[in-house]
């Protein structure tokens, strides 16, 4: 059985860092994306790390977020830095159709 439970959100103030990790099971390890959303707002993607460690960046998150993943723990991590107020969202892990319950990630001004 697929399994992601995400980790590391809280609240942060503009400028903070926060560091995420996806700890996944039941399924070798594949590629991993970072969603987020907001309240109102569409799902988008933050970022995607194929199994051969290729990084994909939207670009709201390009220069600010660092995805990467450590194949040994089947875990993935989206390190953000320089994080803004419209950062504030919640973040999902995804892997193929498979979603965590996702962490909330508040960054005041």
Not at 19 to 30: I, P, T, V
Not at 68 to 75: E, Q, W
């Amino acid at each position: 059985q697929v399994h992601l439970v995400e980790s590391g959100g809280g609240l942060v103030q503009a400028g903070g860092s926060l560091r995420l990790s996806c700890a996944a099971s039941g399924f070798a390890f594949d590629v991993f994306s970072w969603y987020r959303q907001a309240p109102g707002n569409g799902r988008e993607l933050v970022a995607r790390i194929s199994s051969g460690g290729s990084a994909f960046y939207a670009d709201f998150a390009k220069g600010r977020f660092t995805i990467s993943r450590d194949g040994a723990k089947n875990t993935a991590y989206l390190q953000m830095d320089s994080l803004l107020p419209e950062d504030t969202a919640v973040y999902y892990c995804f892997v193929g159709n498979f979603r965590g319950r996702g962490t909330q990630v508040t960054v005041s001004s």
